[in-house]
């Protein structure tokens, strides 16, 4: 009504291409839209397929899955050693010590991995809850920021459980081989299985504690891409509008300054005239003088 009334200045294709970015936020963001009906679903189902796409994984097993495995074929071999082990001989002792030593082993690897995950996954949860919240912050200009710092925290935690998903398959497939051929039989060298379980457990949570600042790396440098371009673009248009706008008065304005143009050399051309006229009167009445 303010733009009607013209009270407010502002061109009328403004006016539409802010109505029109405004209802389409508020169907998406609203109660009943297009967020909460398929978009926040997409969001929390992404990192898990995504995560079996890339790492081949035919039995569609999640991270959780992976960290279950693992840490059940760690147990068997815990409680295979508890079950030899005994106070009374110095055999019951050493194979108290292989348990105890394949526990933290493994509670390391398996700990901070699935650590990892339920941080991730929790805080992917909160961020979908609070996303309707977000995508209103780009009605307003000052608050447009928000959204985009919440978009680029949404990647940061879909990448880590990505991330963590196929790397964690990996350092999984190789402890859970070595654990396979781990035996208690009296033949095998306790000592070197004890050595390897825990280089390769080390090696897990070196890599395990890295993909946090991989993720967050790839999400900010991707957040910042997308928005300094989406920015330019939406720059370049508002530009070529303006100047479209620009020439079309010049365009218009330009037949009115052709006239006036002709209109002051006419007048011009009248006005010598009248001077060559008087001129001539002039030395007229003083030679008949």
Known sequence: MLVIRGAVDMPVADFLHRCLRIGIIVSIALAG?????QIADAIMATPDGLAQAISGNAGGASAANIIDNAAGQ?????????????????????????????AIALTAVVGVGAVFLIVAKVALAILVGLGPLFILALLWQPTARFFELWASQVLNYVLTIVLFAVVFTLLMQIYGGYMEQADLDGVQNVGYTLIGMMVISVVSVGLLLQLPNIASGLASGIGISYWYELRAMRGG???????????TRGAMAAPRAT?????GVAQ??????????????????????
């Open 237 to 247: 248009a508002s530009s070529a509008y303006r100047g479209a706008r620009a020439v």
């Open 74 to 102: 760690g147990a068997e071999y815990v409680s295979k050693a508890f079950e030899e082990s005994g106070f009374f001989s110095s055999d019951g002792l050493t194979y108290a010590a292989i348990g105890i030593v394949s």
């Open 259 to 263: 006239a006036n143009a002709a209109r």
């Open 268 to 289: 011009m051309a009248t006005g010598a005239t009248g001077v060559t006229r008087a001129a001539v009167g002039y030395f007229r009445g003083r030679k008949a003088g």
């Open 33 to 37: 839209g297009l967020y909460q009906s």
